[in-house]
């Protein structure tokens, strides 16, 4: 080879680097829009019953379940961080009495009884987060059962999940999430790549709250709040996450 063909090699690889490195940016510009529309931070579902029928609602204790992340991805679930949160939840609710009607405090001394309360409430909030519809949910029935036996019509039910990673499980999530996007948006083929980012946060919670009517055996409102990288046991942001569920919902 003579000293000649360098410069072009080098110069074809230089178009091709360049090249590269234009489909990386597109992908990224494309995998960023695709992650930005596909996240919902909120979802509103309400029936038709209007909310001026609510004078009154029965309010059942939080169930939170909030993970703390030692290391890598080991998530154990912890007490404190759910007690801690549980308590915020009840108090940032009946601090939102202008938001929400009165409100009955319901306390469950039988064990059994609120471990199953707190099983049917979860799977009901999962599902009508999963179907986006409370139409074909039915309400919890040991809600149900407490309701009718209270002489009462509305429930408000709560339930916060997520983590909170240490500093030692975010700097290793963030080097994994940067590790992934590389991969992810290395050109394999001429075809057109739809891509989802992974990001890395310190924290990610969800607050669903669903209003249930024993009277008709239906949900009549479900919202959930996702919040990521911040305090899962901060009031501010509780505060902040109650007042995006409830929106303007019994002010109709």
Not at 6 to 20: E, F, G, H, R
Not at 39 to 53: G, I, P, R, T
Not at 129 to 151: F, K, Q
Request: proline share 4%; hydrophobic share 40%.
């Amino acid at each position: 080879m003579t000293g000649y063909e360098y410069p072009v090699i080098l110069n074809i690889c230089s178009l091709v680097a360049t090249l590269l490195n234009m489909r990386l940016c597109n992908l990224l510009f494309i995998g960023l829009i695709v992650s930005a529309l596909s996240c919902a931070d909120s979802k509103y579902l309400a029936s038709k019953m209007k909310s001026s029928e609510i004078r009154e609602i029965e309010f059942f204790k939080p169930i939170s379940s909030i993970a703390y992340v030692e290391r890598e991805n080991l998530a154990t679930i912890d007490d404190d961080l759910s007690s801690q949160s549980g308590k915020l939840i009840s108090q940032q609710v009946f601090n939102s009495s202008s938001q929400i009607p009165k409100l009955n405090p319901v306390i469950i001394t039988d064990a059994n009884i609120q471990a199953n309360l707190e099983a049917e409430v979860i799977t009901a909030c999962r599902a009508s987060s999963a179907y986006n519809s409370i139409e074909v949910i039915p309400i919890p029935p040991t809600i149900d059962a407490l309701l009718e036996a209270r002489g009462k019509r509305f429930a408000l039910l709560t339930y916060y999940s997520g983590y909170k990673r240490s500093p030692e499980s975010y700097a290793w999530s963030k080097r994994r999430a940067a590790a992934n996007n590389l991969l992810n948006f290395m050109p394999v083929s001429s075809s057109p790549m739809f891509i989802t980012i992974e990001n890395a946060y310190s924290s990610k919670t969800v607050l669903y709250a669903m209003i249930v009517d024993a009277q008709t055996n239906k949900i009549v409102f479900f919202n959930e709040f996702i919040t990521k990288g911040e305090d899962p046991v901060s009031a501010d942001v509780i505060s902040h996450e109650l007042s995006k569920i409830f929106l303007d919902y019994f002010k109709h």
